[in-house]
């Protein structure tokens, strides 16, 4: 059982708020979305290293600032989604995920089902034997249950869903992804999924 100080949950995005810190938002077991900051040593680095990356599970803990918020202290890595990483259209599947998520709930408002319909579905898309629309529909759908709002009618829900999910804001991608980090084959991966999603919207706008 973990001690009041400590939640389980998923990084959803990462942005530079300074030479100080990183801001992180999280989604978090028993507290839904939060925002808190990674402080960073002398020299700009942090000392959580990849366990501050989009789409890392684990266990945070947290210390309260002189000013209040929510300071990382530590982090257990639990599954750091390698599978997912090594697809393209997975993590900007991925991405797309984690921006409806932040659009659409309500921060400090707890959703334990909808965080667990978020892991099962991404363990989906670290299989590469299937499809990443099947991942896509699959969440969507489990997220419109749990809240009571999914559609009767769901034959054209295919086609509505992945319209939702394609659009996806593209510097959204670029902010929340350190590119520096990643070799010339990793930058073309994310390259070639957002000329796919770009193209998809075209097609069916």
Do not use: H
């Not at 629309?133 to 489990?142: I, L, N, T």
């Amino acid at each position: 059982m973990l001690d009041e100080n400590k939640f389980s949950g998923i990084v959803l995005a990462r942005a530079q708020t300074g030479e100080s810190s990183i801001k992180l938002t999280l989604f978090l077991k028993k507290r839904g979305i939060i925002y808190a900051l990674a402080p960073r040593a002398e020299g700009g680095r942090t000392r959580f290293g990849g366990g501050i990356e989009p789409f890392i599970w684990g266990v945070f803990s947290f210390k309260p600032g002189k000013s209040g918020g929510n300071y990382l202290s530590e982090i257990e890595i639990k599954d750091d989604m390698i599978g997912l990483r090594r697809r393209s259209e997975a993590m900007f599947s991925a991405v797309k995920w984690s921006r409806l998520l932040i659009q659409n709930l309500i921060p400090e408002n707890p959703d334990d089902e909808l965080l667990a319909n978020l892991y099962w579905n991404m363990k989906l898309l670290c299989n590469n034997k299937i499809p990443v629309e099947v991942s896509d529909w699959r969440f969507v759908w489990r997220w419109l249950r749990i809240w009571g709002i999914a559609p009767e009618d769901n034959n054209n829900f295919n086609k509505y869903l992945l319209l939702k999910t394609a659009n996806a804001d593209i510097n959204f991608i670029i902010n929340n992804f350190d590119f520096t980090n990643f070799n010339k084959y990793n930058q073309k991966l994310f390259a070639n999924a957002a000329m796919q999603a770009e193209k998809f919207l075209r097609l069916n706008n």
